[in-house]
T-cell receptor, first 116, second 113 residues
Framework: EAGVAQSPRYKIIEKRQSVAFWCNPI?????LYWYQQILGQGPKLLIQ????????DSQLPKDRFSAERLKGVDSTLKIQPAKLEDSAVYLC??????????????FGPGTRLTVL | GNSVTQMEGPVTLSEEAFLTINCTYT??????LFWYVQYPGEGLQLLLK?????DKGSNKGFEATYRKETTSFHLEKGSVQVSDSAVYFC????????????FGKGTTLSVSS
């Protein structure tokens, strides 16, 4: 079974530029998550989708971050404009169902963003 | 709010040594608890989990017991190997507040031969 795919794996941009990340979840997984992992910290949820609807975006800096999941499959996360503090690894995860005992989240390899 | 606190790293051990990585949590209700591992250059992988008090999760020789009285979920392994070198994250999922994971800061384990 193919895992969660993310691209690009690495991205270097200058502050005030824009950047986009792509995620393709495991086939059939209804729930998709974007996490931000700053160096030395644990991942922090940015946004959670259930199919193509947003379940939780309370920690998404909406003045610069946006995300969409058209057709309820793959998803893109965009930052515009980027700030130095956005340097982090952006992780995408998916799960079969949103709750219950069996909703293990499977993580992609992440996109490492460096903002100069 | 809900949170997870892990012991600071890095933890440096010799092969075959005993490992403990402490994890405590703060949460309302009865959360599920997890340990994830991140090997160098790879994504996060679920190592083990426990969904209710006194449950013991185990996998690959690692164990952790859900202790509600001490709000802890310490990770242990009796004999570590060089291949266990990785970053370990303790996490919780509150059954009341949705399904996203809340992670600790991670503990780096380095095992030498």
């Amino acid at each position: 079974e193919a895992g969660v795919a993310q691209s690009p794996r690495y991205k270097i941009i200058e502050k005030r530029q824009s950047v986009a990340f792509w995620c393709n979840p495991i086939s059939g997984h209804a729930t998709l998550y974007w996490y931000q992992q700053i160096l030395g910290q644990g991942p922090k949820l940015l946004i959670q989708f259930q199919n193509n609807g947003v379940v939780d975006d309370s920690q998404l800096p909406k003045d610069r971050f946006s995300a969409e999941r058209l057709k309820g499959v793959d998803s893109t996360l965009k930052i515009q404009p980027a700030k130095l503090e956005d340097s982090a690894v952006y992780l995408c995860a998916s799960s079969l169902v949103p709750g219950g005992l069996y909703n293990e989240q499977f993580f992609g390899p992440g996109t490492r963003l460096t903002v100069l | 709010g809900n949170s997870v606190t892990q012991m600071e790293g890095p933890v440096t051990l010799s092969e075959e040594a005993f490992l403990t990585i402490n994890c405590t949590y703060t949460a309302t209700g009865y959360p599920s608890l997890f340990w994830y591992v991140q090997y160098p250059g790879e994504g996060l992988q679920l190592l083990l989990k426990a969904t209710k008090a006194d449950d013991k999760g185990s996998n690959k020789g690692f164990e952790a017991t859900y202790r509600k009285e001490t709000t802890s979920f310490h990770l242990e392994k009796g004999s570590v190997q060089v291949s266990d070198s990785a970053v370990y994250f303790c996490a919780l999922r509150s059954n009341q507040a949705g399904t996203a994971l809340i992670f600790g800061k991670g503990t780096t384990l380095s095992v030498s031969s």
